[in-house]
């Protein structure tokens, strides 16, 4: 023990050391301990260093604290070391850092208040802790009530939950939510919704039972028991509850910071209400019981809606209106009664001021006298031997009786609705067993503690007791269970307590006895307690300072109580005569009711306990009540003793459970933790004494196989054999000296408090060597790794550098060298530019001196010859001028003249064209205006070449002028020669040269001015010409930018288009995906409800003894199906007539039925209108795409389309065509009428019907094309004409400023624009017009190709029989009216319906006269061979009379073999109506699905049921197609029903039904269904009835049969799932084990019942191949694949949310294997597609998150972007619930948590924090046509269906 104390005791180990403020303060040794110190030195963890003194007395060392792998453990028994101080720091870090409220703590489970609404106790939560051991799964009230509830039923034993704790600690709602989860689980046993009821009485109880107090604002102010009876199939039947001690005092008192009970505040803030009125009720703070506590109102709770809820819960209970109202005058009364006001008439009497406001209205609303309630208020009736005295009450007595009656009252309306609501929660069903909830008030003590306090204590001093002995035993049991040698354990018994409250001479007993005495006091009582407790038990204690209290000693602490009150409280007196004042109303039924069992006396001696004042009035006794008189009342202490008996007796009959709340903190603050107070409650509900009771004996539990595995690293390889038994016992002797420390059991090992820690830490020190080592000889090796990269990189670093120095000399020599030659060659070379730049200096100054003077000489010369060739040129312009002014002038007077001659010509042809025949001449002499337009567009071009040649004659001139300009020009430089040459003659022509000079300088400027002018001009045209170039080349720029815009827009809009048509497509998937889901749930609704109705059925068939003769037809033949696709009256009738017959024959709870059928009819009417709602979303999703579709083509046809100008003209052709037509029509008719006695000649008639109204209907439709087409033309043409026409009219504008003489130009180019236009619109014309011919010719060939079939059908009819030759006739109207069917369902297929239906009821009509025409052949046939038999036998008698015998052996007769044809099956099966019951009995209700799957084609049945349906049909029998149909889903509902749990029968049937869905639709003649069908499966559609309502019916069957499969492959795998997902080590050694404490988790070690992930993938193999082998759609496997794998991960990560222990880097790295297999198993089926994958996506981030890093803001934001899939919920309760395995894993910092919180807080997702393990993705049945022939099909004799006939 010393080698062990030192080993633990060493530098850095950490303890616990008192403090003041935190209880216990964590510090760490800085010095070893050694044996013998009187000191410790110590460091907090702040810093400070601390000398802690060892007491020299008992030298204990402090606690030692846990390692930090077992801080935060789910039960507190699974510490190593088990002491106060670790308790609270283990709860404290699960409540403040974890935000874990429950913790368990051996049997107990503690519960620590949050002070806030927490996501963890619905629905998903429930079913996620159903089925669940108790300690798989993180410590929670659920699996508390779980656990009961598996117990009872497991054990047959009653069990009970014990709920206790201070007020404000939780124990109400605690108790809630296990009843909740009771209700949830079980169900109840019939539809009276018993659990409903259950839950609504806590609404009820809340409402009068608690209050507000300064510790809590719903505090419980009475004890209650409810226990939940269950019937033999542990389904809830009903319950009962008992009350204990009623606060009474809080109506009439209420402290600071306190309220009344909740029932007045409400009906105060209902007060406004209608039905109030009449209460007189205002606000709370007018009324005295409600206003004392000055807090009237809770934050956060609605009064009125409160009260709302209440009546609600009342009603459900089946307190009706009425008396509820009456409840409510009782509760306002009491309010008035509050607000009486007592007035002093002198010192010894009082008085009521008449008239009082409050009075009157307590009487009126209790019906009751103001002149007695008045009287007996203030006066009380004395009793003596001999008279009967009244005296009056001072004031105070008076107030004092007022207020007890008001308790009076409300305590016996309290046990009126007590009693009301076990009446509603009572049945009559027999009780198996029961679940007790008992939420009683904790241990209390306050500063002043009166008789409550006492009565509460005393209560908690006896459970306390049960506690004690209930751990005590079980410890018992679990040490004989593993043989280990039993020693007593030394625990506190509380028995001396309770003797001291409940002995005889007890507390109690003198209470009662001192209640009996006339004069008893308070004091008196006080002193008897002092005589007779004081010097006899030391529980038992006086104050010093006060002579009226005592002081007891109590489990939790001592607790001092005040004698004033207790006497009263314990009588609780009532005056008599006002109760008998109460007794004697007559309008009010309910308080006479109220006191019906009230007792004759007040008190218990029958008289008043005081005396004093003056008799008024005296009276004689009345001896009826002598006998009266003398019975005893039983005091209220009394009372409790006997009921709490009654408690203690009830639990111990029963297997307790035990819930500790613990309130954190006194200010209601969420998620504050005070140490102090929570120690205090620790220590005062028992926890502490469960912790030292485990500490005293082996609190730490392992198996053998865990402790091998956990400490095998602590074993050698010799060490370790075969038997891990002996191996665990050989180890534990060498590191364990002391025997004592541990003991071996038959499957575990028992280790003392502490062991456990110090194998941890021999563990760890063993890791952290082996760390050490392995880190040694890895840094070794990285080092030497390193050393020798340096070395290698350091010769390579010299090699280069050498390398590169040697470069560089050779580079520097090299250099200096071509620096010298550079030197050399670049001074020669700038010399040589030196003297070149000079010598080209003189050359340029010589040759631009000489250039210039020839340039003067030169220019001379040019400026005279230009000067006479400007004078020619000017002349001659001016001339022409001239000239083209009286041209244009002419002209002008010749248009205007023409112009005014054409304006007469063109108002004669206006007259002459208003004529018919004018018009058409107009349209013959079309082409000879075309010719001649052509001849004027020859002469035209004719002009265009003249006026061409004419261009290139003058361009010829001008460059033959331009040929003598320059002759002339050298001319004149050889005249200059000659000028040089004869200098000698300057002189003689000087004078020549003065003349010329004046007439050249008056050239000169004339030329000046000419050239100012052209310039001028010029410069003018070139400006015009550039804005002309600019404006057009704007014009051209906005012309792109517009195009390039339209395109853009066009873009833009087809995008825009595309994203809001697919925004608007996946919104409409969406919600059609969720309105399927709808429609899916309320089929499973509608399911459940026909299941139960059924069920009822049964049940009332079973009870009903009256049974009728003769045959009566059984449920199954009736389903709601049926009822809602009828298709006639008389089945109707029929169907009606049998459900009265039904309702008769039952007839025994009407109610129930109709509620039921209610119920039912109103989830049809749900079920039709989400059926219409999905159909309208459908419909508005074609009609949005319609639109949009639209649109886009409007779009695209207005930028494309673009057709001719003008089809008026053809309107005489067409017209001509028509006439032709009917020219042709009336000759065809006259052929036709020649043969008109032709039996057929009615045919051609209805042809040339058709044909007639076919061709009006093209000429309607023709002028509607040709009506559009001009609209669309018109448009385009104002679009053409503002986008193409704007560059030629600026052209035109340019052209008439530029020149009036290019006008004609422009008239020519408008011309041919016009003339091109008309040569347009003339071919067009012309194509549509031979288009319009050959249509019309096909046409005309059609129509004669019919004649010649009409007359070769009626030459072929007329070669026939009469027989035959009808029957023909037929076969050709049937034909006929086909193909009329077909072209209309082409042309309009609104009309083709109607017309489908006439022609139907035409062939129907044809049939049947076709079918009496067979049956009088064959009639006639029969006789035929009969006559034709006996004209046989006469002929063969007399051959036979006239044949030798001779003859007859000569020529033997030998068998012939005649072979039999083949016949043509059709596909169809025929039964007889009576065997309808045999073919669904053989083929569905008898029929063995594993046969048929293995040994029979897939879907069998279908078809065959198929067959026989097609039969009924082809027969036109709507009675047998219904019959049919109805018999089989009914069977199917049957079959379903009885082997519903059976994996292969839904399978086989869910496979079935689809395929006879896809047979309905494949054979139902809907061109959509028969694509895939070959010619001789369209042969075989279904002709007489449409059953696309049968098929909806099919359908919604197949989706409850998916919902069925779905459960019973989910109840299959549910067991393998956590089992094989997360406890399973797949990879083996990599997860460690953690001590488990007592609550014992399922082991990881997989023994031979343990499912494995291999059972799994087992599992899911043997679903897949069963279902293909049923012949199962694919995709309809997808989908059942992808929600197993949604259950598989949804099961999964709710589990890994609600177990701490499974959150670990280990733990994730083994999911995420198996998660890794399951995609295998995925890739191996072939199934990656299905979107199973994604299911998983969750799980998979969860496992991830468990691995990476989570410490600095980059793992933060790294965690952000990976966990998408996870809700902010799920990613924080996994960072709290990560749990280090090894001391070397960290946990997470509560700052990181804060840090994801922070910036998860943006998005946008539910609070959820469990996945729906119940959701079901909405199943779609895609169409899946067979290519399997139905006349192929053969019937197996195995089948026994030969009483079907193939046909």
Same mark, same amino acid.
Request: hydrophobic share 35%.
């Given at each position: 023990?010393?080698?062990?104390?030192?080993?633990?005791?060493?530098?850095?180990?950490?303890?616990?050391?008192?403090?003041?403020?935190?209880?216990?303060?964590?510090?760490?040794?800085?010095?070893?301990?050694?044996?013998?110190?009187?000191?410790?030195?110590?460091?907090?963890?702040?810093?400070?260093?601390?000398?802690?003194?060892?007491?020299?007395?008992?030298?204990?060392?402090?606690?030692?604290?846990?390692?930090?792998?077992?801080?935060?453990?789910?039960?507190?028994?699974?510490?190593?070391?088990?002491?106060?101080?670790?308790?609270?720091?283990?709860?404290?870090?699960?409540?403040?850092?974890?935000?874990?409220?429950?913790?368990?703590?051996?049997?107990?489970?503690?519960?620590?208040?949050?002070?806030?609404?927490?996501?963890?106790?619905?629905?998903?939560?429930?079913?996620?802790?159903?089925?669940?051991?108790?300690?798989?799964?993180?410590?929670?009230?659920?699996?508390?009530?779980?656990?009961?509830?598996?117990?009872?039923?497991?054990?047959?034993?009653?069990?009970?939950?014990?709920?206790?704790?201070?007020?404000?600690?939780?124990?109400?709602?605690?108790?809630?939510?296990?009843?909740?989860?009771?209700?949830?689980?079980?169900?109840?046993?019939?539809?009276?919704?018993?659990?409903?009821?259950?839950?609504?009485?806590?609404?009820?109880?809340?409402?009068?039972?608690?209050?507000?107090?300064?510790?809590?604002?719903?505090?419980?102010?009475?004890?209650?028991?409810?226990?939940?009876?269950?019937?033999?199939?542990?389904?809830?039947?009903?319950?009962?509850?008992?009350?204990?001690?009623?606060?009474?005092?809080?109506?009439?008192?209420?402290?600071?910071?306190?309220?009344?009970?909740?029932?007045?505040?409400?009906?105060?803030?209902?007060?406004?209400?209608?039905?109030?009125?009449?209460?007189?009720?205002?606000?709370?703070?007018?009324?005295?019981?409600?206003?004392?506590?000055?807090?009237?109102?809770?934050?956060?709770?609605?009064?009125?809606?409160?009260?709302?809820?209440?009546?609600?819960?009342?009603?459900?209970?089946?307190?009706?209106?009425?008396?509820?109202?009456?409840?409510?005058?009782?509760?306002?009364?009491?309010?008035?009664?509050?607000?009486?006001?007592?007035?002093?008439?002198?010192?010894?009497?009082?008085?009521?001021?008449?008239?009082?406001?409050?009075?009157?209205?307590?009487?009126?609303?209790?019906?009751?006298?103001?002149?007695?309630?008045?009287?007996?208020?203030?006066?009380?009736?004395?009793?003596?031997?001999?008279?009967?005295?009244?005296?009056?009450?001072?004031?105070?007595?008076?107030?004092?009786?007022?207020?007890?009656?008001?308790?009076?009252?409300?305590?016996?309306?309290?046990?009126?609705?007590?009693?009301?609501?076990?009446?509603?929660?009572?049945?009559?069903?027999?009780?198996?067993?029961?679940?007790?909830?008992?939420?009683?008030?904790?241990?209390?003590?306050?500063?002043?503690?009166?008789?409550?306090?006492?009565?509460?204590?005393?209560?908690?001093?006896?459970?306390?007791?049960?506690?004690?002995?209930?751990?005590?035993?079980?410890?018992?049991?679990?040490?004989?269970?593993?043989?280990?040698?039993?020693?007593?354990?030394?625990?506190?018994?509380?028995?001396?307590?309770?003797?001291?409250?409940?002995?005889?001479?007890?507390?109690?007993?003198?209470?009662?006895?001192? *209640?009996?005495?006339?004069?008893?006091?308070?004091?008196?009582?006080?002193?008897?307690?002092?005589?007779?407790?004081?010097?006899?038990?030391?529980?038992?204690?006086?104050?010093?300072?006060?002579?009226?209290?005592?002081?007891?000693?109590?489990?939790?602490?001592?607790?001092?109580?005040?004698?004033?009150?207790?006497?009263?409280?314990?009588?609780?007196?009532?005056?008599?005569?006002?109760?008998?004042?109460?007794?004697?109303?007559?309008?009010?039924?309910?308080?006479?009711?109220?006191?019906?069992?009230?007792?004759?006396?007040?008190?218990?001696?029958?008289?008043?306990?005081?005396?004093?004042?003056?008799?008024?009035?005296?009276?004689?006794?009345?001896?009826?009540?002598?006998?009266?008189?003398?019975?005893?009342?039983?005091?209220?202490?009394?009372?409790?003793?006997?009921?709490?008996?009654?408690?203690?007796?009830?639990?111990?009959?029963?297997?307790?459970?035990?819930?500790? *709340?613990?309130?954190?903190?006194?200010?209601?603050?969420?998620?504050?933790?005070?140490?102090?107070?929570?120690?205090?409650?620790?220590?005062?509900?028992?926890?502490?004494?469960?912790?030292?009771?485990?500490?005293?004996?082996?609190?730490?539990?392992?198996?053998?196989?865990?402790?091998?595995?956990?400490?095998?690293?602590?074993?050698?390889?010799?060490?370790?054999?075969?038997?891990?038994?002996?191996?665990?016992?050989?180890?534990?002797?060498?590191?364990?000296?002391?025997?004592?420390?541990?003991?071996?059991?038959?499957?575990?090992?028992?280790?003392?408090?502490?062991?456990?820690?110090?194998?941890?830490?021999?563990?760890?020190?063993?890791?952290?060597?082996?760390?050490?080592?392995?880190?040694?000889?890895?840094?070794?090796?990285?080092?030497?790794?390193?050393?020798?990269?340096?070395?290698?990189?350091?010769?390579?670093?010299?090699?280069?550098?050498?390398?590169?120095?040697?470069?560089?000399?050779?580079?520097?020599?090299?250099?200096?060298?071509?620096?010298?030659?550079?030197?050399?060659?670049?001074?020669?070379?700038?010399?040589?530019?030196?003297?070149?730049?000079?010598?080209?200096?003189?050359?340029?100054?010589?040759?631009?001196?000489? =250039?210039?003077?020839?340039?003067?000489?030169?220019?001379?010369?040019?400026?005279?010859?230009?000067?006479?060739?400007?004078?020619?040129?000017?002349?001659?312009?001016?001339?022409? *001028?001239?000239?083209?002014?009286?041209?244009?002038?002419?002209?002008?007077?010749?248009?205007?003249?023409r112009r005014m001659r054409a304006k007469r010509e063109l108002k004669k042809l206006k007259i002459e064209a208003r004529s018919v025949e004018h018009f058409k001449k107009l349209n013959k002499g079309m082409e000879n205006k075309i010719m001649q337009l052509q001849r004027k567009i020859d002469e035209q071009h004719k002009d265009n070449r003249l006026v061409s040649e004419r261009l290139v004659s003058l361009e010829s001139s001008y460059a033959a002028e331009s040929e003598r300009m320059r002759s002339e020009l050298s001319r004149l430089r050889g005249v200059e020669e000659d000028a040089k040459?004869?200098?000698?003659?300057?002189?003689?022509?000087?004078?020549?040269?003065?003349?010329?000079?004046?007439?050249?300088?008056?050239?000169?400027?004339?030329?000046?001015?000419?050239?100012?002018?052209?310039?001028?001009?010029?410069?003018?045209?070139?400006?015009?010409?550039?804005?002309?170039?600019?404006?057009?080349?704007?014009?051209?720029?906005?012309?792109?930018?517009?195009?390039?815009?339209?395109?853009?827009?066009?873009?833009?809009?087809?995008?825009?288009?595309?994203?809001?048509?697919?925004?608007?497509?996946?919104?409409?998937?969406?919600?059609?995906?969720?309105?399927?889901?709808?429609?899916?749930?309320?089929?499973?609704?509608?399911?459940?409800?026909?299941?139960?109705?059924?069920?009822?059925?049964?049940?009332?068939?079973?009870?009903?003894?009256?049974?009728?003769?003769?045959?009566?037809?059984?449920?199954?033949?009736?389903?709601?199906?049926?009822?809602?696709?009828?298709?006639?009256?008389?089945?109707?009738?029929?169907?009606?007539?049998?459900?009265?017959?039904?309702?008769?024959?039952?007839?025994?709870?009407?109610?129930?039925?109709?509620?039921?059928?209610?119920?039912?009819?109103?989830?049809?009417?749900?079920?039709?209108?989400?059926?219409?709602?999905?159909?309208?979303?459908?419909?508005?999703?074609?009609?949005?795409?319609?639109?949009?579709?639209?649109?886009?083509?409007?779009?695209?046809?207005?930028?494309?389309?673009?057709?001719?100008?003008?089809?008026?003209?053809?309107?005489?052709?067409?017209?001509?065509?028509?006439?032709?037509?009917?020219?042709?029509?009336?000759?065809?008719?006259?052929?036709?009428?020649?043969?008109?006695?032709?039996?057929?000649?009615?045919?051609?008639?209805?042809?040339?019907?058709?044909?007639?109204?076919?061709?009006?209907?093209?000429?309607?439709?023709?002028?509607?094309?040709?009506?559009?087409?001009?609209?669309l033309v018109s448009q385009k043409e104002a679009v053409h004409h503002k986008e193409t026409m704007t560059e030629p009219s600026v052209f035109a504008q340019d052209v008439n400023k530029l020149k009036d003489a290019d006008e004609l130009r422009q008239a020519y180019v408008g011309l041919k624009d016009t003339n091109r236009l008309l040569e347009q619109q003339l071919q067009t014309q012309r194509r549509t017009y031979d288009?319009?011919?050959?249509?019309?010719?096909?046409?005309?060939?059609?129509?004669?190709?019919?004649?010649?079939?009409?007359?070769?059908?009626?030459?072929?009819?007329?070669?026939?029989?009469?027989?035959?030759?009808?029957?023909?006739?037929?076969?050709?109207?049937?034909?006929?009216?086909?193909?009329?069917?077909?072209?209309?369902?082409?042309?309009?297929?609104?009309?083709?319906?109607?017309?489908?239906?006439?022609?139907?009821?035409?062939?129907?009509?044809?049939?049947?006269?076709?079918?009496?025409?067979?049956?009088?052949?064959?009639?006639?046939?029969?006789?035929?061979?009969?006559?034709?038999?006996?004209?046989?036998?006469?002929?063969?008698?007399?051959?036979?009379?006239?044949?030798?015998?001779?003859?007859?052996?000569?020529?033997?007769?030998?068998?012939?073999?005649?072979?039999?044809?083949?016949?043509?099956?059709?596909?169809?099966?025929?039964?007889?109506?009576?065997?309808?019951?045999?073919?669904?009995?053989?083929?569905?209700?008898?029929?063995?699905?594993?046969?048929?799957?293995?040994?029979?084609?897939?879907?069998?049945?279908?078809?065959?049921?198929?067959?026989?349906?097609?039969?009924?049909?082809?027969?036109?029998?709507?009675?047998?197609?219904?019959?049919?149909?109805?018999?089989?889903?009914?069977?199917?509902?049957?079959?379903?029903?009885?082997?519903?749990?059976?994996?292969?029968?839904?399978?086989?049937?869910?496979?079935?039904?689809?395929?006879?869905?896809?047979?309905?639709?494949?054979?139902?003649?809907?061109?959509?269904?028969?694509?895939?069908?070959?010619?001789?499966?369209?042969?075989?559609?279904?002709?007489?009835?449409?059953?696309?309502?049968?098929?909806?019916?099919?359908?919604?069957?197949?989706?409850?049969?998916?919902?069925?499969?779905?459960?019973?492959?989910?109840?299959?795998?549910?067991?393998?799932?956590?089992?094989?997902?997360?406890?399973?080590?797949?990879?083996?050694?990599?997860?460690?084990?953690?001590?488990?404490?007592?609550?014992?988790?399922?082991?990881?070690?997989?023994?031979?019942?343990?499912?494995?992930?291999?059972?799994?993938?087992?599992?899911?193999?043997?679903?897949?191949?069963?279902?293909?082998?049923?012949?199962?759609?694919?995709?309809?496997?997808?989908?059942?694949?992808?929600?197993?794998?949604?259950?598989?991960?949804?099961?999964?990560?709710?589990?890994?949310?609600?177990?701490?222990?499974?959150?670990?880097?280990?733990?994730?790295?083994?999911?995420?294997?198996?998660?890794?297999?399951?995609?295998?198993?995925?890739?191996?089926?072939?199934?990656?597609?299905?979107?199973?994958?994604?299911?998983?996506?969750?799980?998979?981030?969860?496992?991830?998150?468990?691995?990476?890093?989570?410490?600095?803001?980059?793992?933060?934001?790294?965690?952000?972007?990976?966990?998408? =899939?996870?809700?902010?919920?799920?990613?924080?309760?996994?960072?709290?619930?990560?749990?280090?395995?090894?001391?070397?894993?960290?946990?997470?910092?509560?700052?990181?948590?804060?840090?994801?919180?922070?910036?998860?807080?943006?998005?946008?997702?539910?609070?959820?924090?469990?996945?729906?393990?119940?959701?079901?993705?909405?199943?779609?049945?895609?169409?899946?046509?067979?290519?399997?022939?139905?006349?192929?099909?053969?019937?197996?004799?195995?089948?026994?269906?030969?009483?079907?006939?193939?046909?």
């Open positions: 023990m010393n080698r062990e104390l030192e080993y633990m005791f060493v530098h850095s180990a950490r303890v616990w050391i008192p403090d003041a403020e935190e209880v216990w303060k964590s510090a760490e040794l800085t010095k070893d301990y050694k044996n013998g110190d009187a000191t410790l030195q110590l460091m907090l963890e702040d810093g400070t260093a601390v000398d802690h003194k060892l007491d020299p007395k008992t030298k204990n060392l402090p606690y030692l604290r846990n390692p930090d792998i077992l801080v935060g453990e789910n039960d507190l028994t699974a510490l190593s070391y088990l002491h106060e101080p670790a308790v609270l720091h283990n709860l404290k870090v699960r409540f403040i850092d974890s935000k874990l409220i429950y913790t368990y703590c051996g049997i107990v489970l503690v519960a620590i208040n949050p002070y806030e609404t927490l996501p963890i106790y619905g629905s998903e939560i429930i079913n996620a802790y159903s089925g669940q051991n108790m300690g798989d799964m993180d410590p929670h009230i659920f699996a508390v009530a779980e656990e009961a509830y598996k117990q009872m039923a497991r054990d047959e034993r009653n069990q009970s939950i014990i709920v206790s704790g201070e007020s404000g600690a939780g124990k109400t709602v605690s108790a809630k939510y296990a009843m909740r989860y009771f209700a949830t689980v079980s169900g109840s046993a019939s539809e009276a919704n018993v659990e409903e009821k259950v839950l609504a009485s806590n609404p009820i109880m809340e409402a009068i039972g608690n209050a507000k107090t300064t510790r809590n604002d719903n505090s419980s102010r009475f004890g209650k028991y409810i226990e939940i009876g269950f019937d033999n199939r542990y389904r809830i039947i009903g319950a009962n509850m008992r009350t204990y001690l009623l606060e009474k005092s809080r109506v009439v008192f209420q402290a600071d910071e306190e309220r009344n009970y909740h029932i007045f505040y409400q009906l105060c803030a209902s007060a406004n209400q209608p039905e109030f009125k009449n209460l007189r009720l205002s606000s709370a703070n007018d009324f005295l019981y409600t206003r004392q506590g000055r807090s009237p109102v809770i934050e956060g709770i609605d009064d009125a809606k409160e009260l709302r809820t209440t009546r609600h819960a009342f009603t459900l209970l089946g307190i009706n209106e009425s008396y509820q109202v009456g409840l409510f005058q009782v509760l306002a009364a009491i309010l008035h009664l509050g607000n009486v006001e007592i007035k002093d008439r002198d010192s010894d009497s009082s008085l009521i001021p008449p008239n009082n406001r409050h009075l009157t209205a307590f009487c009126e609303l209790v019906g009751v006298t103001y002149q007695d309630m008045s009287q007996w208020l203030c006066h009380r009736k004395l009793k003596t031997a001999t008279e009967t005295y009244i005296k009056p009450l001072p004031r105070l007595q008076a107030t004092n009786a007022r207020d007890a009656l008001s308790k009076h009252i409300y305590a016996k309306l309290f046990n009126w609705i007590v009693e009301h609501v076990n009446k509603a929660l009572i049945t009559n069903v027999k009780q198996h067993s029961f679940i007790g909830v008992l939420d009683i008030y904790g241990f209390e003590t306050f500063e002043i503690n009166s008789f409550e306090q006492f009565c509460i204590n005393y209560a908690n001093e006896k459970l306390q007791q049960q506690f004690n002995m209930h751990v005590f035993k079980l410890e018992q049991e679990e040490y004989m269970k593993e043989q280990i040698p039993w020693t007593l354990i030394d625990f506190y018994d509380n028995q001396p307590c309770i003797n001291l409250i409940e002995a005889k001479m007890g507390i109690l007993d003198l209470l009662d006895e001192e *209640c009996k005495m006339p004069k008893g006091s308070d004091d008196s009582w006080a002193q008897k307690l002092y005589n007779t407790h004081l010097k006899t038990c030391s529980l038992f204690e006086k104050p010093r300072m006060s002579n009226r209290a005592f002081i007891i000693q109590h489990f939790a602490d001592k607790v001092e109580y005040q004698c004033e009150g207790f006497l009263e409280k314990n009588k609780d007196t009532v005056n008599e005569e006002q109760i008998n004042v109460l007794k004697a109303s007559k309008k009010f039924n309910l308080l006479v009711e109220l006191f019906h069992d009230e007792e004759k006396a007040t008190t218990p001696t029958g008289q008043v306990a005081g005396t004093g004042g003056r008799t008024r009035l005296s009276i004689k006794p009345d001896k009826g009540r002598d006998t009266s008189s003398k019975e005893h009342k039983k005091t209220v202490g009394c009372q409790f003793r006997n009921s709490l008996q009654m408690l203690m007796e009830t639990l111990n009959a029963t297997t307790p459970h035990y819930v500790r *709340c613990i309130k954190p903190n006194d200010f209601k603050q969420a998620f504050s933790f005070d140490p102090k107070r929570a120690v205090q409650q620790l220590r005062a509900c028992g926890v502490l004494e469960t912790i030292r009771i485990s500490a005293a004996g082996f609190p730490s539990r392992w198996t053998y196989q865990e402790f091998f595995s956990r400490y095998r690293v602590l074993m050698k390889q010799k060490d370790v054999l075969p038997d891990k038994k002996l191996t665990c016992k050989n180890v534990l002797e060498k590191l364990v000296q002391d025997q004592d420390k541990y003991q071996f059991g038959k499957t575990k090992i028992f280790f003392r408090a502490g062991q456990v820690a110090y194998l941890e830490k021999l563990r760890a020190d063993k890791l952290r060597v082996a760390c050490i080592r392995i880190q040694k000889t890895i840094r070794s090796w990285l080092a030497r790794k390193k050393y020798l990269r340096q070395r290698s990189a350091a010769i390579t670093i010299q090699r280069f550098t050498r390398g590169y120095q040697a470069r560089c000399l050779a580079k520097f020599m090299r250099r200096t060298q071509a620096a010298t030659i550079i030197q050399k060659y670049q001074r020669m070379c700038v010399e040589r530019k030196r003297y070149r730049q000079k010598q080209a200096a003189a050359l340029a100054v010589q040759t631009i001196l000489r =250039a210039y003077m020839a340039r003067q000489k030169y220019q001379a010369l040019l400026r005279e010859h230009k000067a006479i060739i400007i004078q020619k040129h000017v002349r001659g312009w001016l001339a022409r *001028c001239w000239y083209k002014r009286c041209l244009e002038a002419i002209v002008y007077l010749q248009c205007c003249i040459n004869k200098t000698s003659q300057v002189s003689s022509l000087l004078e020549e040269l003065e003349r010329l000079k004046k007439e050249l300088s008056v050239t000169q400027q004339e030329k000046k001015t000419i050239e100012d002018w052209a310039q001028k001009y010029r410069s003018e045209m070139e400006t015009m010409v550039s804005e002309l170039k600019d404006q057009n080349g704007l014009l051209k720029k906005e012309k792109d930018d517009l195009n390039r815009m339209i395109q853009e827009q066009s873009r833009q809009m087809t995008e825009k288009m595309a994203r809001a048509i697919a925004q608007e497509t996946q919104q409409l998937e969406t919600d059609l995906n969720e309105e399927r889901s709808r429609y899916q749930n309320l089929l499973t609704e509608h399911l459940r409800l026909e299941e139960k109705y059924d069920d009822l059925k049964e049940e009332l068939a079973h009870s009903s003894n009256v049974s009728k003769p003769g045959h009566r037809r059984t449920d199954s033949t009736h389903s709601s199906n049926e009822s809602e696709y009828t298709y006639n009256s008389e089945y109707a009738d029929t169907e009606e007539g049998s459900r009265a017959r039904e309702d008769v024959t039952r007839g025994m709870d009407t109610s129930l039925t109709l509620k039921l059928q209610k119920r039912v009819t109103e989830l049809e009417q749900e079920k039709q209108s989400l059926r219409n709602e999905l159909e309208n979303k459908e419909d508005q999703f074609q009609r949005a795409r319609a639109r949009d579709d639209a649109q886009f083509r409007k779009a695209r046809g207005a930028e494309l389309e673009y057709e001719s100008l003008k089809r008026q003209e053809l309107e005489s052709e067409n017209k001509k065509l028509r006439h032709d037509l009917a020219e042709m029509r009336q000759s065809l008719l006259g052929d036709a009428a020649t043969g008109a006695g032709a039996p057929g000649s009615p045919a051609y008639k209805v042809l040339l019907d058709q044909l007639n109204a076919s061709c009006e209907e093209l000429e309607v439709r023709k002028e509607e094309v040709l009506i559009l087409r001009s609209q288009s319009e011919v050959e249509s019309l010719r096909g046409e005309l060939q059609n129509v004669k190709e019919e004649n010649n079939r009409q007359q070769q059908l009626l030459a072929q009819n007329l070669q026939l029989p009469p027989e035959a030759r009808i029957e023909a006739s037929l076969q050709h109207e049937i034909t006929r009216l086909t193909n009329e069917n077909l072209e209309l369902m082409a042309d309009d297929p609104t009309a083709s319906r109607e017309a489908r239906v006439i022609i139907l009821r035409r062939m129907v009509d044809l049939m049947e006269q076709l079918e009496k025409q067979d049956r009088t052949i064959r009639k006639l046939k029969k006789q035929l061979k009969v006559y034709s038999k006996r004209i046989g036998e006469m002929g063969a008698g007399q051959t036979e009379g006239q044949t030798s015998p001779g003859q007859m052996v000569e020529e033997p007769i030998h068998p012939v073999n005649i072979p039999r044809r083949e016949k043509d099956f059709q596909g169809m099966l025929e039964y007889k109506k009576e065997d309808e019951m045999k073919l669904v009995k053989n083929l569905i209700l008898e029929l063995k699905p594993r046969g048929v799957a293995v040994n029979l084609i897939p879907g069998l049945p279908a078809y065959i049921l198929f067959m026989c349906l097609r039969h009924a049909d082809y027969v036109n029998d709507d009675q047998k197609v219904r019959t049919l149909l109805t018999s089989t889903i009914n069977s199917i509902k049957k079959i379903l029903k009885k082997r519903g749990d059976d994996f292969e029968t839904v399978s086989f049937w869910l496979a079935n039904t689809c395929r006879f869905l896809h047979c309905l639709k494949q054979y139902s003649g809907d061109e959509a269904f028969m694509k895939s069908n070959s010619s001789r499966q369209n042969e075989h559609c279904l002709s007489n009835f449409d059953l696309a309502e049968y098929r909806q019916v099919i359908s919604d069957l197949a989706i409850q049969i998916y919902q069925q499969l779905v459960k019973c492959m989910e109840n299959i795998l549910q067991p393998m799932i956590v089992s094989g997902m997360l406890e399973h080590e797949t990879i083996q050694g990599v997860s460690g084990v953690k001590p488990t404490g007592l609550r014992k988790r399922t082991s990881s070690i997989a023994d031979e019942g343990t499912y494995t992930l291999d059972s799994i993938l087992r599992q899911l193999s043997a679903f897949h191949s069963t279902m293909c082998q049923h012949g199962t759609d694919p995709e309809l496997i997808k989908q059942v694949v992808k929600q197993l794998f949604y259950i598989i991960g949804a099961v999964t990560l709710n589990n890994l949310l609600l177990r701490k222990d499974m959150c670990s880097w280990s733990k994730g790295m083994q999911i995420r294997y198996n998660v890794s297999q399951l995609e295998e198993w995925l890739r191996d089926k072939g199934l990656m597609n299905c979107g199973a994958k994604e299911t998983l996506e969750p799980l998979i981030q969860a496992a991830q998150l468990l691995q990476v890093k989570k410490k600095t803001d980059e793992d933060a934001d790294a965690i952000c972007s990976m966990c998408h =899939a996870l809700t902010t919920a799920q990613i924080v309760k996994v960072l709290n619930l990560y749990t280090p395995v090894n001391e070397f894993e960290e946990r997470v910092s509560v700052a990181f948590i804060r840090t994801i919180q922070t910036r998860l807080r943006d998005r946008c997702e539910s609070p959820q924090l469990l996945m729906d393990t119940k959701m079901i993705y909405p199943v779609t049945f895609p169409f899946n046509p067979s290519s399997l022939a139905l006349e192929t099909i053969q019937i197996p004799t195995s089948l026994n269906l030969s009483f079907l006939t193939r046909v």
